[in-house]
Structure formats: structure tokens, C-alpha cells
T-cell receptor
Framework: DTGVSQDPRHKITKRGQNVTFRCDPI?????LYWYRQTLGQGPEFLTY????????KSRLLSDRFSAERPKGSFSTLEIQRTEQGDSAMYLC???????????????FGPGTRLTVL | GQNIDQPTEMTATEGAIVQINCTYQ??????LFWYQQHAGEAPTFLSY????GLEEKGRFSSFLSRSKGYSYLLLKELQMKDSASYLC?????????????FGKGTKLSVIP
């Protein structure tokens, strides 16, 4: 049983460039989440998908950020015109959602560490 | 809004017991999670509480008091590999109920 996978694990880019990250959730999980984590902080919620529908977006997700989950399986997170403040670990998580009242444990991938120079 | 507080750092001795506290203030509550995160790695699920009381799972136990907005994670028989950050996270109820709001984490150092 494979867990959540993310690609790439590390990305170094220059300010102003666009970057795209990929997340492959646990195969039977219908919910997928993106979080951002900076040093010394807990993960901060960015966005959430149920199947292919993007149902929640944080105000942290500026218009330079876009996420997709076109077939309800893998997801991509794109950052356009990167800024130094975007440097962080980008974590993806998935869960087997069975209603708002279920435990709905989120399982995290290894993350993509982005460094913007 | 949400506010989750936990100590920044703790140190404990190998073989001992340590308790990591978490207090929270939320507009809605639908469960509290504890995750372990080793440096540079992903958070790993440890425990979930939604009702008051103690949940025990091997060397780890987690307690919740909803009326007090308080939880703790208890680690027994500490091992060196338990050195990590421990994250407390609250799941909301109602709108936005699928996201977790995390505290800043408690960095635990286990010393010989």
C-alpha cells in the first residue's frame, strides 16, 4: 500500500518564474488537501478538493496560486511569478471522506521544498 | 477564528514520561488530532480525539477536555527516536470543516 507521493521533493527557482508541483494521493482517497509550512510553524491550509471539485480555498491562496485535480486522482499546484516569500514546504494530504462527521484522518506526503532565490 | 497554543520546546530523558499540552479556542469543534513530524519529513498521524477522555495507543496516549478546550499527548518510555516536533491540530465543524488548523508544534528533544 503506497502512501501519498509528491514530486519534485525539492525545487529551486528564481524569483518571477512559474513552478508546478504534483501530488498523488492514496488511491482510494476522495479528498485531497494542500498545505504550506514554513520553518518553526505548523502547516497552514491552502485548499481542498473532494474528487475533482475544489471546495475550499484559504485567503492565503493568492491569485498567483492555482490548484487542479482534473480527474479526481492526482493534483497539481502551480505558483506563477514566484516571490521569495513563497519559499516553504508544500505538503499534500489525502483522506477517505465519509461525511463531515467522520474521523477523516489526513495522511501527508513527504512535501515539496521550494526555494525562491 | 482559531487559536491553538502549545509549548515551543520541551526536553525529556530517555525512558521517562512526557506530557505535551495543547489549548485551543475555536468557533466550532469537530475533533483534535496529534501528528509527529521529524525534521524535514511529513507529519505522521498519531491520534484523534472527538469525545472527552483518554485514548491509549501503545506508548502514546491523548486526552481531550472539550469544555476546557484542552488536550495533551502523553509519551511513555521515551526513546531517542521520539525526538521530533509534535503538532496539535483542530478540525472545525460547519463551513470549512474539512481543513485542519495546526498549532506551531512542540519540539521535543529526548536526551540520554
Amino acid at each position: 500500500d503506497t502512501g501519498v507521493s509528491q514530486d519534485p521533493r525539492h525545487k529551486i527557482t528564481k524569483r518571477g518564474q512559474n513552478v508546478t508541483f504534483r501530488c498523488d494521493p492514496i488511491s482510494e482517497h476522495n479528498r485531497l488537501y494542500w498545505y504550506r509550512q514554513t520553518l518553526g510553524q505548523g502547516p497552514e491550509f491552502l485548499t481542498y478538493f473532494q474528487n475533482e471539485a475544489q471546495l475550499e480555498k484559504s485567503r492565503l491562496l493568492s491569485d498567483r496560486f492555482s490548484a487542479e485535480r482534473p480527474k479526481g486522482s492526482f493534483s497539481t499546484l502551480e505558483i506563477q511569478r514566484t516571490e521569495q516569500g513563497d519559499s516553504a514546504m508544500y505538503l499534500c494530504a489525502s483522506s477517505l471522506g465519509q461525511g463531515a462527521s467522520s474521523t477523516d484522518t489526513q495522511y501527508f506526503g513527504p512535501g515539496t521544498r521550494l526555494t525562491v532565490l | 477564528g482559531q487559536n491553538i497554543d502549545q509549548p515551543t520546546e520541551m526536553t525529556a530523558t530517555e525512558g521517562a514520561i512526557v506530557q505535551i499540552n495543547c489549548t485551543y479556542q475555536t468557533s466550532g469543534f469537530n475533533g483534535l488530532f496529534w501528528y509527529q513530524q521529524h525534521a524535514g519529513e511529513a507529519p505522521t498521524f498519531l491520534s484523534y480525539n472527538v469525545l472527552d477522555g483518554l485514548e491509549e495507543k501503545g506508548r502514546f496516549s491523548s486526552f481531550l477536555s472539550r469544555s476546557k478546550g484542552y488536550s495533551y499527548l502523553l509519551l511513555k518510555e521515551l526513546q531517542m527516536k521520539d525526538s521530533a516536533s509534535y503538532l496539535c491540530a483542530v478540525k472545525n465543524s460547519g463551513a470549512g470543516s474539512y481543513q485542519l488548523t495546526f498549532g506551531k508544534g512542540t519540539k521535543l528533544s529526548v536526551i540520554p
